[in-house]
Protein backbone atom coordinates (compact mmCIF):
# COMPACT_ATOMS: atom_id res chain seq x y z
CA UNK A 1 0.00 0.00 0.00
CA UNK A 2 1.01 3.57 -0.42
CA UNK A 3 2.27 5.62 2.34
CA UNK A 4 0.62 7.51 3.90
CA UNK A 5 1.72 11.14 4.83
CA UNK A 6 0.10 13.12 7.43
CA UNK A 7 0.45 17.83 7.87
CA UNK A 8 -0.37 18.45 11.00
CA UNK A 9 -0.16 22.80 10.92
CA UNK A 10 -2.63 25.06 12.74
CA UNK A 11 -2.42 28.24 10.03
CA UNK A 12 -4.30 27.09 6.60
CA UNK A 13 -1.91 28.49 4.23
CA UNK A 14 0.60 26.13 5.94
CA UNK A 15 -1.36 23.03 5.58
CA UNK A 16 -2.42 24.32 2.06
CA UNK A 17 1.44 25.04 0.28
CA UNK A 18 2.52 21.36 2.07
CA UNK A 19 0.02 19.59 0.25
CA UNK A 20 0.27 20.67 -3.11
CA UNK A 21 4.27 20.46 -2.76
CA UNK A 22 3.65 16.91 -1.62
CA UNK A 23 0.91 15.73 -4.62
CA UNK A 24 2.85 18.14 -7.11
CA UNK A 25 6.02 15.75 -6.69
CA UNK A 26 4.37 12.51 -7.56
CA UNK A 27 5.76 10.71 -4.36
CA UNK A 28 2.84 7.78 -5.03
CA UNK A 29 1.61 8.78 -1.02
CA UNK A 30 -1.47 9.35 0.25
CA UNK A 31 -1.40 12.97 1.44
CA UNK A 32 -4.12 13.88 4.63
CA UNK A 33 -3.92 16.94 6.75
CA UNK A 34 -5.46 18.16 10.13
CA UNK A 35 -5.17 21.69 11.83
CA UNK A 36 -4.58 20.39 14.88
CA UNK A 37 -3.34 17.09 17.19
CA UNK A 38 -7.44 15.90 18.18
CA UNK A 39 -7.97 15.92 14.48
CA UNK A 40 -4.85 14.22 14.06
CA UNK A 41 -5.28 11.70 15.74
CA UNK A 42 -8.87 10.72 14.22
CA UNK A 43 -7.14 10.47 10.93
CA UNK A 44 -4.30 8.01 12.88
CA UNK A 45 -7.17 5.92 14.33
CA UNK A 46 -8.26 5.85 10.48
CA UNK A 47 -5.33 4.87 8.19
CA UNK A 48 -2.04 4.19 10.04
CA UNK A 49 0.44 7.29 9.48
CA UNK A 50 3.79 6.67 8.06
CA UNK A 51 5.02 9.70 7.97
CA UNK A 52 3.89 12.85 10.22
CA UNK A 53 5.07 16.71 9.08
CA UNK A 54 4.26 18.06 12.60
CA UNK A 55 4.49 21.93 13.76
CA UNK A 56 6.46 22.59 16.49
CA UNK A 57 3.45 24.93 17.95
CA UNK A 58 0.23 23.85 17.33
CA UNK A 59 -1.45 26.35 19.10
CA UNK A 60 -3.63 25.51 22.61
CA UNK A 61 -0.81 24.68 24.63
CA UNK A 62 -0.16 21.70 22.24
CA UNK A 63 3.26 20.72 20.83
CA UNK A 64 4.58 18.48 17.79
CA UNK A 65 6.63 16.19 20.29
CA UNK A 66 3.31 15.67 22.71
CA UNK A 67 1.25 14.76 19.31
CA UNK A 68 4.38 11.97 18.02
CA UNK A 69 3.92 10.99 21.38
CA UNK A 70 0.00 10.16 20.99
CA UNK A 71 1.07 9.06 17.08
CA UNK A 72 3.18 6.20 17.69
CA UNK A 73 0.65 4.33 20.29
CA UNK A 74 -1.52 4.17 16.75
CA UNK A 75 1.94 3.20 14.94
CA UNK A 76 4.83 2.25 16.68
CA UNK A 77 7.09 2.72 13.26
CA UNK A 78 6.10 6.08 12.47
CA UNK A 79 8.34 8.52 11.15
CA UNK A 80 8.32 12.78 11.97
CA UNK A 81 9.73 15.91 10.17
CA UNK A 82 9.29 18.53 12.82
CA UNK A 83 8.59 22.19 11.22
CA UNK A 84 9.56 24.93 13.90
CA UNK A 85 10.14 28.80 13.68
CA UNK A 86 11.29 28.10 17.68
CA UNK A 87 14.92 27.04 16.44
CA UNK A 88 15.92 27.24 20.49
CA UNK A 89 13.37 24.92 21.93
CA UNK A 90 13.48 22.15 19.21
CA UNK A 91 17.17 21.09 20.06
CA UNK A 92 18.59 17.98 18.41
CA UNK A 93 18.56 16.85 21.73
CA UNK A 94 14.88 16.67 22.12
CA UNK A 95 14.72 15.48 18.40
CA UNK A 96 16.78 12.80 19.50
CA UNK A 97 14.83 11.83 22.76
CA UNK A 98 11.51 11.60 20.65
CA UNK A 99 12.60 9.84 17.33
CA UNK A 100 12.22 13.08 15.15
CA UNK A 101 13.82 12.12 12.10
CA UNK A 102 14.46 15.45 10.85
CA UNK A 103 13.35 18.99 11.40
CA UNK A 104 13.47 22.42 9.34
CA UNK A 105 13.40 25.85 10.53
CA UNK A 106 10.77 27.88 8.86
CA UNK A 107 12.21 31.16 10.13
CA UNK A 108 16.02 29.77 7.31
CA UNK A 109 16.00 27.07 5.33
CA UNK A 110 12.43 25.81 4.35
CA UNK A 111 11.15 26.03 0.84
CA UNK A 112 9.54 23.88 -1.83
CA UNK A 113 13.32 21.89 -2.39
CA UNK A 114 14.37 21.66 1.22
CA UNK A 115 10.83 20.42 2.18
CA UNK A 116 10.70 17.59 -0.74
CA UNK A 117 14.37 16.81 -0.31
CA UNK A 118 13.97 15.85 3.37
CA UNK A 119 10.35 14.02 2.94
CA UNK A 120 12.08 11.83 0.18
CA UNK A 121 15.05 11.21 2.37
CA UNK A 122 12.67 9.64 5.01
CA UNK A 123 10.25 7.53 2.77
CA UNK A 124 13.48 6.00 1.46
CA UNK A 125 14.17 4.82 5.12
CA UNK A 126 10.70 4.28 5.30
CA UNK A 127 9.92 1.64 2.59
CA UNK A 128 12.42 -0.45 2.85
CA UNK A 129 12.04 -1.16 6.28
CA UNK A 130 7.85 -1.36 6.13
CA UNK A 131 8.61 -4.03 3.29
CA UNK A 132 10.56 -6.20 5.95
CA UNK A 133 7.97 -5.32 8.70
CA UNK A 134 4.87 -6.38 6.16
CA UNK A 135 7.31 -9.62 5.45
CA UNK A 136 8.20 -10.03 8.64
CA UNK A 137 4.45 -10.16 10.25
CA UNK A 138 3.16 -12.60 7.00
CA UNK A 139 6.09 -15.12 8.24
CA UNK A 140 4.70 -14.69 11.53
CA UNK A 141 1.19 -15.69 10.16
CA UNK A 142 2.63 -18.21 7.99
CA UNK A 143 4.05 -19.94 11.09
CA UNK A 144 1.34 -19.48 12.96
CA UNK A 145 -0.92 -20.94 10.67
CA UNK A 146 0.88 -23.90 9.86
CA UNK A 147 1.75 -24.87 13.34
CA UNK A 148 -1.91 -24.96 13.89
CA UNK A 149 -2.71 -27.16 10.60
CA UNK A 150 0.24 -29.52 10.85
CA UNK A 151 -1.27 -31.64 13.87
CA UNK A 152 -4.67 -31.96 12.21
CA UNK A 153 -2.37 -33.42 8.62
CA UNK A 154 -0.34 -35.57 11.10
CA UNK A 155 -3.98 -37.20 12.91
CA UNK A 156 -5.68 -37.43 9.46
CA UNK A 157 -2.20 -39.51 8.19
CA UNK A 158 -2.94 -41.89 10.94
CA UNK A 159 -6.89 -41.94 10.31
CA UNK A 160 -7.23 -41.66 6.84
CA UNK A 161 -4.26 -44.19 5.90
CA UNK A 162 -6.34 -47.44 4.14
CA UNK A 163 -3.46 -49.50 3.87
CA UNK A 164 -0.32 -49.04 6.21
CA UNK A 165 2.99 -50.30 4.29
CA UNK A 166 3.30 -53.13 7.01
CA UNK A 167 -0.28 -54.19 6.43
CA UNK A 168 -0.08 -54.55 3.26
CA UNK A 169 3.11 -56.38 2.66
CA UNK A 170 1.41 -59.12 5.36
CA UNK A 171 -1.91 -59.06 3.87
CA UNK A 172 -0.28 -60.03 0.62
CA UNK A 173 1.88 -62.80 1.90
CA UNK A 174 -1.04 -64.21 4.20
CA UNK A 175 -3.04 -64.95 0.62
CA UNK A 176 -0.04 -66.18 -0.64
CA UNK A 177 0.76 -68.79 1.84
CA UNK A 178 -2.18 -70.16 2.04
CA UNK A 179 -3.23 -70.32 -1.81
CA UNK A 180 0.43 -71.84 -2.73
CA UNK A 181 1.67 -73.45 0.59
CA UNK A 182 4.79 -71.78 0.66
CA UNK A 183 6.52 -71.85 4.37
CA UNK A 184 7.89 -68.59 4.07
CA UNK A 185 8.43 -65.41 2.27
CA UNK A 186 10.51 -62.11 2.02
CA UNK A 187 9.33 -58.49 0.27
CA UNK A 188 12.46 -56.79 -1.37
CA UNK A 189 12.33 -53.69 -2.11
CA UNK A 190 14.60 -51.53 -4.78
CA UNK A 191 14.86 -47.76 -4.95
CA UNK A 192 17.00 -45.98 -7.37
CA UNK A 193 17.63 -42.14 -7.59
CA UNK A 194 20.70 -40.89 -9.47
CA UNK A 195 19.98 -37.62 -7.39
CA UNK A 196 20.59 -38.98 -4.22
CA UNK A 197 23.29 -40.00 -2.67
CA UNK A 198 23.70 -43.31 -2.30
CA UNK A 199 21.82 -43.83 -5.56
CA UNK A 200 20.88 -47.11 -4.97
CA UNK A 201 18.90 -48.16 -1.58
CA UNK A 202 17.57 -51.69 -1.00
CA UNK A 203 15.22 -52.94 1.71
CA UNK A 204 13.56 -56.89 2.37
CA UNK A 205 10.70 -56.71 4.57
CA UNK A 206 9.50 -60.55 6.54
CA UNK A 207 6.10 -62.13 5.82
CA UNK A 208 4.64 -59.88 8.81
CA UNK A 209 5.74 -56.20 6.93
CA UNK A 210 8.71 -55.72 9.53
CA UNK A 211 12.11 -54.51 8.27
CA UNK A 212 14.82 -57.27 7.66
CA UNK A 213 18.20 -55.62 9.17
CA UNK A 214 21.82 -56.27 7.65
CA UNK A 215 23.41 -56.00 4.97
CA UNK A 216 22.19 -56.83 1.32
CA UNK A 217 23.92 -57.88 -1.64
CA UNK A 218 24.07 -55.56 -4.61
CA UNK A 219 20.59 -55.55 -6.45
CA UNK A 220 22.42 -56.24 -10.03
CA UNK A 221 23.76 -59.73 -8.53
CA UNK A 222 20.97 -60.88 -6.93
CA UNK A 223 18.05 -63.60 -7.21
CA UNK A 224 15.45 -60.47 -7.09
CA UNK A 225 17.49 -59.07 -9.91
CA UNK A 226 17.23 -61.33 -12.40
CA UNK A 227 13.48 -61.85 -12.05
CA UNK A 228 13.08 -58.19 -12.45
CA UNK A 229 14.87 -58.64 -15.52
CA UNK A 230 13.29 -62.06 -16.70
CA UNK A 231 9.92 -59.89 -15.83
CA UNK A 232 8.31 -63.38 -15.37
CA UNK A 233 7.65 -65.49 -12.24
CA UNK A 234 10.69 -67.54 -11.68
CA UNK A 235 11.00 -71.03 -9.61
CA UNK A 236 13.94 -72.38 -8.55
CA UNK A 237 14.97 -75.38 -6.59
CA UNK A 238 18.27 -76.06 -4.53
CA UNK A 239 19.43 -72.54 -4.79
CA UNK A 240 22.75 -72.86 -2.71
CA UNK A 241 24.47 -75.12 -5.54
CA UNK A 242 22.42 -72.87 -8.26
CA UNK A 243 23.91 -69.83 -6.96
CA UNK A 244 27.16 -69.32 -8.98
CA UNK A 245 29.04 -67.12 -11.14
CA UNK A 246 27.19 -63.67 -11.30
CA UNK A 247 23.95 -64.61 -9.02
CA UNK A 248 24.62 -63.90 -5.44
CA UNK A 249 22.01 -65.06 -2.65
CA UNK A 250 20.90 -62.74 -0.05
CA UNK A 251 21.32 -63.65 3.30
CA UNK A 252 17.53 -64.58 3.75
CA UNK A 253 18.09 -66.87 1.01
CA UNK A 254 20.96 -68.83 1.79
CA UNK A 255 20.00 -72.35 3.10
CA UNK A 256 16.18 -72.36 1.45
CA UNK A 257 15.62 -74.90 -0.63
CA UNK A 258 13.16 -73.78 -3.47
CA UNK A 259 12.42 -70.48 -4.02
CA UNK A 260 8.99 -68.82 -6.06
CA UNK A 261 9.75 -64.96 -7.05
CA UNK A 262 7.38 -62.46 -9.22
CA UNK A 263 8.12 -58.57 -10.06
CA UNK A 264 5.97 -56.24 -8.96
CA UNK A 265 6.60 -52.58 -11.29
CA UNK A 266 5.29 -50.28 -8.39
CA UNK A 267 6.81 -47.07 -9.60
CA UNK A 268 9.91 -45.59 -11.89
CA UNK A 269 12.72 -46.11 -10.33
CA UNK A 270 11.29 -48.60 -7.63
CA UNK A 271 11.92 -52.46 -8.38
CA UNK A 272 9.79 -54.79 -6.10
CA UNK A 273 10.30 -58.72 -5.56
CA UNK A 274 8.36 -60.98 -3.71
CA UNK A 275 9.78 -64.24 -3.03
CA UNK A 276 8.41 -67.23 -1.38
CA UNK A 277 10.20 -69.90 0.22
CA UNK A 278 10.02 -73.97 0.87
CA UNK A 279 6.65 -75.36 0.59
CA UNK A 280 5.27 -76.80 3.52
CA UNK A 281 4.41 -79.94 2.56
CA UNK A 282 8.37 -80.09 0.85
CA UNK A 283 7.04 -80.38 -2.65
CA UNK A 284 8.33 -78.01 -5.19
CA UNK A 285 6.23 -74.83 -6.72
CA UNK A 286 3.99 -75.77 -9.85
CA UNK A 287 2.83 -74.12 -13.29
CA UNK A 288 -0.43 -73.48 -10.80
CA UNK A 289 1.69 -71.70 -8.31
CA UNK A 290 3.50 -69.41 -10.63
CA UNK A 291 0.04 -68.54 -11.95
CA UNK A 292 -1.02 -67.54 -8.49
CA UNK A 293 2.05 -65.37 -7.85
CA UNK A 294 1.58 -63.72 -11.13
CA UNK A 295 -2.07 -62.73 -9.95
CA UNK A 296 -1.28 -61.85 -6.77
CA UNK A 297 2.07 -59.30 -8.33
CA UNK A 298 -0.61 -57.87 -10.35
CA UNK A 299 -3.01 -56.91 -7.18
CA UNK A 300 0.00 -56.73 -5.13
CA UNK A 301 1.04 -53.68 -7.35
CA UNK A 302 -1.54 -51.79 -6.76
CA UNK A 303 -1.91 -52.11 -3.69
CA UNK A 304 1.42 -51.00 -2.97
CA UNK A 305 1.17 -48.38 -5.10
CA UNK A 306 -1.38 -46.88 -3.02
CA UNK A 307 0.34 -47.57 0.18
CA UNK A 308 3.41 -46.33 -0.98
CA UNK A 309 2.19 -43.54 -2.71
CA UNK A 310 0.24 -42.43 0.60
CA UNK A 311 3.23 -42.54 2.21
CA UNK A 312 5.42 -40.54 -0.17
CA UNK A 313 2.58 -38.08 -0.38
CA UNK A 314 2.76 -37.35 2.97
CA UNK A 315 6.73 -37.31 3.64
CA UNK A 316 6.44 -34.54 0.55
CA UNK A 317 4.26 -32.51 2.84
CA UNK A 318 5.88 -32.56 6.00
CA UNK A 319 9.47 -32.25 4.37
CA UNK A 320 7.94 -28.73 2.75
CA UNK A 321 6.04 -27.89 5.53
CA UNK A 322 9.44 -28.88 8.07
CA UNK A 323 11.78 -26.33 4.89
CA UNK A 324 9.06 -23.55 5.09
CA UNK A 325 9.69 -23.47 8.94
CA UNK A 326 12.82 -23.36 8.57
CA UNK A 327 13.15 -20.65 6.07
CA UNK A 328 11.18 -18.65 7.28
CA UNK A 329 12.39 -18.76 10.84
CA UNK A 330 15.83 -18.01 9.36
CA UNK A 331 14.37 -15.18 7.96
CA UNK A 332 12.79 -13.75 10.38
CA UNK A 333 15.96 -13.46 12.56
CA UNK A 334 16.95 -11.97 9.67
CA UNK A 335 14.96 -9.13 9.81
CA UNK A 336 14.94 -6.04 11.87
CA UNK A 337 13.73 -6.64 15.41
CA UNK A 338 10.36 -4.95 16.89
CA UNK A 339 9.75 -0.73 17.00
CA UNK A 340 10.89 -0.87 20.69
CA UNK A 341 14.17 -2.43 19.63
CA UNK A 342 14.39 -0.31 16.81
CA UNK A 343 14.44 2.87 19.03
CA UNK A 344 17.42 1.61 20.59
CA UNK A 345 19.65 2.31 17.15
CA UNK A 346 21.73 5.57 17.10
CA UNK A 347 19.29 8.80 15.89
CA UNK A 348 19.85 9.56 12.08
CA UNK A 349 23.06 11.13 10.88
CA UNK A 350 21.22 14.64 10.70
CA UNK A 351 20.68 15.14 14.14
CA UNK A 352 23.82 13.55 15.04
CA UNK A 353 25.64 16.09 13.23
CA UNK A 354 23.53 18.72 14.35
CA UNK A 355 24.33 17.85 18.04
CA UNK A 356 27.80 17.77 17.45
CA UNK A 357 28.31 21.11 15.60
CA UNK A 358 26.74 22.97 18.60
CA UNK A 359 28.81 20.35 21.15
CA UNK A 360 31.85 21.36 19.10
CA UNK A 361 31.41 25.09 19.72
CA UNK A 362 31.77 24.95 23.62
CA UNK A 363 34.81 26.80 24.96
CA UNK A 364 38.31 25.54 24.97
CA UNK A 365 39.42 22.30 27.14
CA UNK A 366 35.83 21.27 27.09
CA UNK A 367 34.91 17.37 26.52
CA UNK A 368 35.84 16.28 23.55
CA UNK A 369 31.84 15.97 21.45
CA UNK A 370 32.38 12.53 19.92
CA UNK A 371 32.91 11.18 23.66
CA UNK A 372 29.81 13.41 25.23
CA UNK A 373 27.40 11.82 22.18
CA UNK A 374 28.54 8.41 23.22
CA UNK A 375 28.08 9.20 26.75
CA UNK A 376 24.15 11.06 25.59
CA UNK A 377 23.75 7.86 23.42
CA UNK A 378 24.21 5.41 26.13
CA UNK A 379 22.36 7.64 28.83
CA UNK A 380 19.28 7.52 26.09
CA UNK A 381 19.43 3.31 25.53
CA UNK A 382 19.62 2.94 29.68
CA UNK A 383 16.59 5.21 30.00
CA UNK A 384 14.85 2.92 27.35
CA UNK A 385 15.58 -0.50 27.97
CA UNK A 386 15.24 0.23 32.13
CA UNK A 387 13.31 3.33 32.46
CA UNK A 388 14.00 6.45 34.31
CA UNK A 389 15.06 4.85 37.80
CA UNK A 390 18.29 3.43 36.06
CA UNK A 391 18.84 7.40 34.57
CA UNK A 392 18.39 8.31 38.17
CA UNK A 393 21.30 6.13 39.41
CA UNK A 394 23.34 6.79 36.46
CA UNK A 395 22.85 10.84 37.39
CA UNK A 396 24.07 10.17 41.15
CA UNK A 397 27.14 8.02 39.71
CA UNK A 398 28.16 10.66 37.51
CA UNK A 399 27.69 13.34 40.39
CA UNK A 400 29.71 11.29 42.61
CA UNK A 401 32.68 11.10 40.44
CA UNK A 402 32.10 14.90 40.34
CA UNK A 403 32.12 15.49 43.52
CA UNK A 404 35.54 13.08 43.93
CA UNK A 405 37.73 15.04 41.56
CA UNK A 406 36.06 18.57 42.33
CA UNK A 407 37.57 17.18 46.33
CA UNK A 408 40.90 15.80 44.71
CA UNK A 409 41.83 18.44 42.84
CA UNK A 410 40.46 21.62 45.41
CA UNK A 411 37.61 22.75 43.10
CA UNK A 412 35.37 22.06 45.98
CA UNK A 413 36.82 24.54 47.91
CA UNK A 414 36.72 27.36 44.85
CA UNK A 415 34.17 30.07 45.30
CA UNK A 416 31.79 29.34 42.45
CA UNK A 417 32.57 31.55 39.15
CA UNK A 418 35.65 33.24 40.33
CA UNK A 419 38.21 30.64 40.70
CA UNK A 420 39.21 31.82 44.65
CA UNK A 421 39.21 29.84 47.38
Known sequence: MPETILIVDDEEPVRKTFREWLEG????????????????????????????????????????????EDLYVF??????????????????????????????????DLNRATFLA????????????KRERQLHRTLVAFREAVEKILPLV?????????????????????????????????????????????????????????????????????????????????????LDRQAAGALELQPFERGRRAVLAAALSVAPGTQVVLELFDKQDGGAFTVEDRRLISAAAEFGTEMLRQALAERQTRQVLFDAVGAALAASET????????????????????????????????????????ETLRLVEAVRV??????????????????????????????????PGTGRR
Open 25 to 68: ADLGCTVRVAADAEEALVQANEEPIDLAILDWNLGAGNDGLHLL
Open 75 to 108: NPDVVAIMITGFAHQATPLDAMRMGVRDYLDKNQ
Open 118 to 129: AVRRQLDRIRPA
Open 154 to 238: QSAAILNDPVPLPEAIRNLFRFLQRTTGAGDGVLLARCYDPQREPAETCRAYDADGRPLSGPLVPFARSLAGSVVTLQEPCAMED
Open 331 to 370: LAQALPGTAEQRLEQPPPPSVLDQLREGLSAAPAGAADAA
Open 382 to 415: LALRHGPAAVEHCTRLVESVRQLLDSVSGLANEE
